[in-house]
């Protein structure tokens, strides 16, 4: 009798002041947590549960059978431990442990996302009582504040904002998990025509120090690229061309070409600049342009200077020649000579086109121009490859849970 009337005033006193008896009967209930279900993720499921009721501890609304609660029951039953996620299950897990509430979820790495699931299962009356989903960014280690705010969510408690914007899954175009990295690499050829003084130096004769080939040249190499930024409409690229020109007129030019180039548009227009790194030989000498020395306005370099004079001064018809200057102010430059001295050389490579796709064969197609001093390569090239793998720039290493 003294019980029921000390209840009596309780229930009055709580609705006096206006408290909440719902939240009273809440605050007293028990729950128990079973393992939750964990797909491509490294968190194991027993440290998922561990997180789960370390949250619903803070929240302070229940009370929280611990592991060592659950213990006796879930050795007596395996299925309790690794496949306990339906209502049936959790109902009858949650008779045997004669709890109020039994909750449980699942934990799921969906490409650039986690997707977690939280449910409260009402025991007595075999029911759905809460459940809540959340997408967030890809962040492994970051599992328990994922729990904390859908849980948090489930109960109507603020969570604090900085937290909840930096691991939300943001579906924009370009987010650091968003971005791909392409392996579009493959064979590239060419042709070009050689113009100023390149040109020159490729028709010159053999003998005078020239080429002794056409002004046009073939291009065999192979193109190594990397995508360092991606959307469905720009690409952002690094290049490394290997190339070898003029093979089909018995010559080896090798050069290298580090480029940096942009994609644009579904239809993949691109256009790329860099240098270009090769072997260049040069000498110091001067063009007789007003033959003087000569009727066809050949090169002289110092070495076929100095044979000139030594043969010439030997002829009393001939005015002595000073082997130190060639006369009309020709002077000594540097200018291209296949006897010459061998050294690097750089030009600025800049090129324009598109790539054609099909399926996952890619043809790109490119206008170029690459200039130096006096003259350069102007050309086609074109090449084939196969798209043949495509995966994050930023390799997450999650932290393991052990």
């Not at 290049?239 to 480029?259: A, H, R």
């Not at 644009?264 to 072997?279: D, H, L, V």
């Amino acid at each position: 009798m003294k019980t029921k009337k000390l209840h009596s005033a309780l229930l009055f006193v709580a609705i006096l002041f206006g408290i909440n008896t719902s939240f009273l009967a809440q605050n007293n209930a028990t729950i128990a947590v079973a393992n939750p279900n964990v797909n491509t993720l490294t968190v194991r499921p027993e440290a998922a549960a561990k997180m789960m009721r370390l949250e619903l501890i803070k929240i302070n609304k229940y009370k929280v059978y611990d592991e060592f609660d659950m213990n006796e029951v879930i050795k007596a039953n395996e299925e309790y431990k690794t496949g306990c996620y339906g209502q049936s299950c959790l109902t009858k897990l949650g008779n045997e442990l004669k709890v109020d509430y039994v909750m449980s979820g699942s934990l799921d790495g969906l490409g650039n996302k986690i997707v977690v699931t939280i449910k409260i299962i009402d025991v007595k009356n075999q029911a759905l009582y809460k459940s809540s989903v959340r997408e967030f960014d890809n962040q492994e280690t970051e599992i328990q504040r994922m729990i904390e705010i859908v849980l948090a969510d489930m109960h109507g408690i603020t969570v604090d904002k900085v937290i909840t914007d930096r691991l939300a899954f943001k579906n924009e175009v370009i987010t650091s998990n968003n971005i791909g990295k392409i392996n579009n690499s493959g064979p590239r050829i060419g042709f070009a025509y050689l113009t100023g003084s390149v040109n020159e130096f490729a028709t010159r004769e053999m003998k005078y120090g020239g080429l002794g080939i056409q002004p046009f040249t073939s291009m065999i190499g192979y193109q190594i690229e990397g995508q360092y930024v991606g959307t469905e409409n720009f690409s952002a690229l690094v290049e490394g061309i290997i190339n070898v020109s003029g093979l089909e007129q018995g010559q080896f030019v090798p050069s290298i070409s580090l480029l940096n180039g942009f994609r644009f548009g579904k239809a993949n227009w691109e256009f790329a600049f860099g240098p270009r790194f090769g072997i260049s030989s040069t000498s110091q000498g001067f063009f007789d342009t007003e033959n003087e020395y000569s009727s066809d306005g050949r090169y002289f370099s110092e070495s076929d200077w100095n044979a000139y004079v030594i043969e010439n001064n030997n002829d009393p018809s001939n005015p002595v020649l000073d082997p130190n200057n060639p006369g009309f102010d020709y002077g000594f430059e540097k200018n291209f000579d296949r006897r010459g001295e061998k050294s690097l050389a750089t030009t600025f490579l800049i090129a324009f086109g598109r790539t054609f796709q099909a399926g996952a064969l890619n043809i790109p197609v490119n206008l170029f121009y690459s200039s130096q001093r006096g003259g350069g390569y102007i050309g086609i090239n074109m090449g084939f490859n196969v798209q043949k793998s495509k995966q994050p720039i930023n390799k997450n290493n999650p932290q393991r849970y052990y």
